[in-house]
């Protein structure tokens, strides 16, 4: 009998029935003085208890600006230590939290403060070359929910207040108003809304309940073998799922330490951070691990700390993995998959997996989730082994998308099994194989090409640094295979040594047409490659434009 490609993640350890608040509270009973926070940057050390106190000051504040169970606050931030305060507060007082990508402009906050209709948004003065407050004061009149805007430092500009303002009105609520509130809430509430980074249209707003959120950061963390002894190194924005899902609740809920290295992700302060904090975890995007191998002084740091990680939010190179085991001494570093949508996490590598599952898959499935592949078309579950659909279900499926119920619909079937738009492959011992995108699947004249697979190969060149794979436009084919191609520093290669190098080794027509040397690739703030930008300018560059035009079925 064929065996289908689905799989559930039995267990025999049950899932949280908790809210955020009160899982929060048990563990800082279990563990008071072990060190919660260290903000590497803000100079910045807190223990659980410490951090609980800043909580519920925070909490206590928000209550008495009149803050209700579901009424949304929105954060604005690089990492910091009042992100996680902001987090856990919200949590407490049943808020839904609103993540905003500090990338965001006048136009998209604009949108998101609508969308969500947040009341009260916390947020720093700025980041890098954007000025925060002075573009909430641009939209401030377009967004009449927004009511009280409070600025992350010393200083706030008209109509706005500071953080350390805001925690005065504290003392207007009592301990008990607190408690009271947290007993009011559940755990299927929604806690956080969480804007997915479409290619084309305007963002969704997956919500996203405790249940969701804190069982995701916990299994991920039990996978990992996290304990109270750990000191996790998180260069990720808070902003997304895997920083503030995998990252903020993930340590808290075993008791460990979790490391903010910077603002934002900068390779040397984590390589201080790691050797200074003796980090034995770490997290990343697969371009962050890149540039931190990359780093001109990583040989002078030590990293003999380091035990395992998690990488995730893109695949991961093989020849990057393995460096990153031999090197980083991450022996059990972890691949996580998984989408917004889902907590984030579906699948994961088991920290003994042999180095063909940690290379070649994206683990197993995690506990108390359903996975099928089925075909796009007809909605059938295929045999392992067959390339489709990846489709999961269990406790992590978020709410709905936050009043878009269209999208909802779009996303979520009848049997509430999530439609990630990912092609996968189920092998016969259930691992998983993420094989690209249903939209990022090169036709070429008739042909599969699976740019991921390309990707793979021309990692192994070794004069290659990156390489990012796309399909472009072609009148005769329909498609034709791109290459942007990163070299190693100090390396020269010509297009055609590239292709001389595919000869003989891939198929004819998996042979990039068009390679571009390139020095970064467009990429979204959390370190994904933004595809659909590459095949714009590519488009634009080649002359492509008369081919782009062509109707296709």
Same mark, same amino acid.
């Given at each position: 009998? *064929?065996? /289908?490609?689905?799989?559930?993640?039995?267990?025999?350890?049950?899932? &949280?029935?908790?809210?955020?608040?009160?899982?929060?509270?048990?563990?800082?009973?279990?563990?008071?003085?072990?060190?919660?926070?260290?903000?590497?940057?803000?100079?910045?050390?807190?223990?659980?208890?410490?951090?609980?106190?800043? $909580?519920?000051?925070?909490?206590?504040?928000?209550?008495?600006? =009149?803050?209700?169970?579901?009424?949304?606050?929105?954060?604005?931030?690089?990492?910091?230590?009042?992100?996680?305060?902001?987090?856990?507060?919200?949590?407490?007082?049943?808020?839904?939290?609103?993540?905003?990508?500090?990338?965001?402009?006048?136009?998209?906050?604009?949108?998101?403060?609508?969308?969500?209709?947040?009341?009260? /948004?916390?947020?720093?003065?700025?980041?890098?070359?954007?000025?925060?407050?002075?573009?909430?004061?641009?939209?401030?009149?377009?967004?009449?929910? &927004?009511?009280?805007?409070?600025?992350?430092?010393?200083?706030?500009?008209?109509?706005?207040?500071?953080?350390?303002? &805001?925690?005065?009105?504290?003392?207007?609520? +009592?301990?008990?108003?607190?408690?009271?509130?947290?007993?009011?809430?559940?755990?299927?509430?929604?806690?956080?809304?969480?804007?997915?980074?479409?290619?084309?249209?305007?963002?969704?707003?997956?919500? &996203?309940?405790?249940?969701?959120?804190?069982?995701?950061?916990?299994?991920?963390?039990? #996978?990992?073998?996290? +304990?109270?002894?750990? #000191?996790?190194?998180?260069?990720?924005?808070?902003?997304?799922?895997?920083? !503030?899902?995998?990252?903020?609740?993930?340590?808290?809920?075993?008791?460990?330490?979790? $490391?903010?290295?910077?603002?934002?992700?900068?390779?040397?302060?984590?390589?201080?951070?790691?050797?200074?904090? #003796?980090?034995?975890?770490?997290?990343?995007?697969?371009?962050?691990?890149?540039?931190? /191998?990359?780093?001109?002084?990583?040989?002078?740091?030590?990293?003999?700390?380091?035990?395992? =990680?998690?990488?995730?939010?893109?695949?991961?190179?093989?020849?990057?993995?393995?460096?990153?085991?031999?090197?980083?001494?991450?022996?059990?570093?972890?691949?996580?998959?998984? !989408?917004?949508? *889902?907590?984030?996490?579906?699948?994961?590598?088991?920290?003994?997996?042999?180095?063909?599952?940690?290379?070649?898959?994206?683990?197993?499935?995690?506990?108390?989730?359903?996975?099928?592949?089925?075909?796009?078309?007809?909605?059938?579950?295929?045999?392992?082994?067959?390339?489709?659909?990846?489709?999961?279900?269990?406790?992590?499926?978020?709410?709905?998308?936050?009043?878009?119920?269209?999208?909802?619909?779009?996303?979520?079937?009848? @049997?509430?099994?999530?439609?990630?738009?990912?092609?996968?492959?189920?092998?016969?011992?259930?691992?998983?194989?993420?094989?690209?995108?249903?939209?990022?699947?090169?036709?070429?004249?008739?042909?599969?090409?699976?740019?991921?697979?390309?990707?793979?190969?021309?990692?192994?060149?070794?004069?290659?640094?990156?390489?990012?794979?796309?399909?472009?436009?072609?009148?005769?084919? @329909?498609?034709?295979?791109?290459?942007?191609?990163? /070299?190693?520093? =100090?390396?020269?290669?010509?297009?055609?040594?590239?292709?001389?190098?595919?000869?003989?080794?891939?198929?004819?027509?998996?042979?990039?047409?068009?390679?571009?040397?390139?020095?970064?690739?467009?990429?979204?703030?959390?370190?994904?490659?933004?595809?659909?930008? !590459?095949?714009?300018?590519? $488009?634009?560059?080649?002359?492509?434009?008369?081919?782009?035009?062509?109707?296709?079925?």
């Amino acid at each position: 009998m *064929t065996q /289908l490609s689905y799989i559930h993640g039995a267990s025999d350890v049950s899932l &949280l029935g908790d809210t955020i608040g009160g899982y929060f509270d048990g563990v800082v009973e279990a563990y008071p003085d072990n060190e919660a926070v260290v903000s590497r940057h803000q100079g910045v050390r807190l223990t659980y208890r410490q951090l609980q106190a800043e $909580v519920d000051r925070l909490a206590r504040a928000l209550l008495a600006l =009149g803050v209700e169970k579901g009424d949304r606050v929105g954060i604005w931030s690089p990492n910091n230590v009042e992100w996680i305060i902001v987090q856990y507060a919200t949590a407490k007082v049943g808020a839904i939290l609103v993540n905003i990508n500090p990338a965001y402009r006048t136009h998209e906050l604009s949108y998101v403060l609508n969308q969500s209709g947040v009341s009260v /948004l916390i947020a720093t003065a700025g980041f890098r070359q954007a000025n925060y407050a002075a573009m909430v004061q641009e939209v401030w009149s377009e967004t009449p929910g &927004l009511k009280q805007v409070f600025i992350i430092g010393p200083e706030a500009p008209a109509k706005m207040e500071t953080w350390d303002a &805001l925690l005065e009105r504290a003392g207007q609520v +009592s301990g008990d108003d607190l408690k009271a509130r947290g007993a009011s809430l559940q755990f299927d509430d929604p806690i956080n809304i969480q804007y997915t980074s479409g290619t084309t249209g305007f963002p969704k707003g997956a919500t &996203l309940s405790h249940h969701n959120i804190l069982n995701n950061g916990y299994f991920v963390a039990r #996978r990992l073998r996290l +304990s109270d002894k750990d #000191r996790l190194c998180v260069p990720i924005p808070f902003y997304h799922c895997f920083g !503030m899902v995998l990252g903020n609740l993930g340590f808290m809920t075993h008791g460990a330490t979790v $490391v903010i290295p910077g603002e934002s992700f900068d390779a040397q302060a984590c390589l201080e951070t790691v050797q200074a904090e #003796r980090c034995t975890a770490l997290y990343g995007v697969p371009t962050m691990f890149i540039s931190i /191998l990359a780093h001109a002084d990583f040989d002078q740091y030590d990293l003999s700390s380091l035990r395992t =990680g998690a990488m995730g939010g893109s695949p991961c190179p093989v020849e990057v993995m393995r460096r990153v085991i031999d090197r980083m001494h991450m022996e059990e570093v972890t691949i996580c998959y998984g !989408m917004t949508e *889902t907590s984030p996490v579906s699948f994961q590598s088991n920290t003994d997996d042999d180095l063909d599952r940690k290379v070649s898959t994206v683990g197993s499935i995690h506990p108390h989730v359903e996975c099928k592949i089925v075909d796009p078309e007809t909605g059938q579950t295929l045999p392992r082994g067959a390339t489709g659909e990846l489709c999961s279900r269990g406790y992590l499926v978020m709410l709905y998308y936050w009043e878009n119920p269209e999208a909802t619909h779009e996303s979520i079937d009848e @049997g509430r099994w999530m439609h990630t738009g990912d092609l996968a492959e189920m092998r016969e011992d259930g691992y998983v194989n993420i094989v690209g995108r249903i939209k990022d699947m090169i036709i070429r004249g008739g042909e599969n090409v699976y740019p991921r697979e390309i990707e793979e190969f021309l990692y192994t060149h070794p004069q290659v640094a990156d390489v990012q794979v796309i399909g472009v436009p072609d009148i005769k084919y @329909g498609e034709e295979v791109c290459a942007w191609v990163k /070299l190693k520093d =100090g390396e020269a290669l010509s297009e055609d040594e590239v292709k001389d190098f595919c000869r003989g080794k891939i198929a004819t027509y998996k042979i990039p047409r068009y390679i571009r040397f390139t020095e970064q690739f467009p990429m979204t703030v959390t370190g994904k490659v933004q595809k659909f930008k !590459m095949r714009e300018v590519s $488009v634009e560059e080649l002359g492509l434009t008369q081919a782009a035009q062509v109707k296709t079925a």
